[in-house]
């Protein structure tokens, strides 16, 4: 049987600097309608062969699948425990958990690729054939086994197809959480298998507050600014907090302030920044789509004229940047596009 994964192999790329993992967070911020429907299929003692949480990154997907497998491994699937699967942190089962050294748990994600050692852009069907092990192992003292699959529209298809045979034949006491950022990529036979509970973004003054309490030194103005930037996912509000978010945005910003007469040298220094920066052309491609957004909202409340070509950029804006991203195509030429298409937009009247 192969070796289980420990921690500290798995590449952590879902920890924010500075804050506790998912399988450490015991509060789950926003979401008590989601978490009371689960509570009540998982104690009701009919729970299905496997959950799919949804919603997009970083607003508690995560939090949500620990909390459920710590209660299946304490108390399995009944009404012994708390009615909120609230699980106490000093249990032992919420240490090996959090720990990552519970038999009874396994993860599955994206791993690192052997011949480059960086982090692997699908999660394989290496990955996903670790299950016929688990579910072959003697249950331990509670009898469950729980498996989180995190995130699943990463499988590639010999993955997807893997993790369906899994779901079709289900151990007994054991329990498949499939999260997904985008669950309309899963095959639909996946989907159809999995009961599904949607998640939804946190209200922009419910991040606020969340931000006082995880980043106190944040200055009002910024936790303000974060949380509209955010998207409703505390996740990235925490990430842009540490991660020169604000000031990728006020480069946005800048780029649809100066469209109609842009700084092609300040254009090209942020390419070269961002080029360095993990993510960094990812995440200012949102925020330019969502600057540029905003902008065209007002002047629309304002009863602007001439919104159309601002409204098409937008839509070009978003696809050169997921284009970029998904083919990992050179980001440098992906700013001076976007600026170009939005001096061409600002040939007319600027925003």
């Not at 299946?72 to 050294?101: K, M, N």
């Not at 419910?206 to 200055?219: G, I, M, N, Y």
Request: proline residues 6%; glycine residues 10%; hydrophobic residues 45%.
């Amino acid at each position: 049987m192969a070796r289980r994964a420990k921690t500290e192999d798995i590449p952590e790329t879902d920890r924010q600097e500075g804050q506790p993992h998912p399988r450490e967070t015991f509060a789950l911020i926003g979401q008590d309608v989601t978490l009371a429907r689960v509570a009540r299929a998982i104690r009701s003692g009919r729970v299905p062969q496997g959950l799919l949480l949804t919603g997009p990154p970083g607003i508690g997907k995560a939090t949500l699948a620990y909390r459920i497998a710590r209660y299946l491994l304490r108390y399995g699937a009944t009404a012994e425990g708390p009615a909120d699967l609230a699980v106490p942190p000093d249990d032992p089962v919420a240490l090996q958990v959090a720990a990552g050294a519970h038999p009874g748990l396994l993860l599955l994600k994206r791993g690192l690729n052997p011949d480059t050692g960086r982090l692997m852009t699908v999660l394989s069907v290496h990955e996903v054939r670790k299950l016929a092990g688990f579910f072959g192992m003697t249950s331990g003292a509670g009898g469950w086994r729980v498996v989180i699959v995190d995130t699943a529209d990463d499988m590639n298809d010999a993955a997807a197809n893997a993790q369906l045979k899994a779901l079709e034949e289900p151990p007994g006491r054991a329990m498949l959480i499939l999260l997904a950022n985008a669950p309309g990529r899963l095959l639909p036979t996946i989907r159809s298998r999995c009961q599904r509970f949607e998640l939804r973004p946190l209200g922009e003054d419910e991040l606020a507050r969340e931000l006082a309490a995880r980043a106190p030194d944040l200055q009002p103005e910024d936790r303000k600014a974060l949380a509209r930037l955010a998207g409703g996912s505390l996740g990235a509000a925490l990430a842009l907090s540490g991660e020169d978010g604000l000031a990728l945005a006020a480069e946005a910003e800048r780029l649809i302030g100066r469209a109609a007469a842009p700084d092609i040298a300040a254009t090209l220094a942020l390419a070269e920044k961002l080029a360095r920066m993990s993510e960094g052309v990812d995440r200012f491609g949102r925020f330019l789509v969502q600057a540029l957004t905003d902008r065209i909202h007002a002047r629309a409340r304002a009863g602007a004229p001439g919104l159309d070509r601002w409204a098409a950029l937008v839509e070009t804006l978003a696809r050169s940047f997921a284009r970029t991203g998904a083919l990992h195509l050179e980001p440098r030429q992906t700013i001076l596009s976007a600026a170009r298409a939005a001096a061409a937009a600002a040939r007319g009247r600027a925003l």
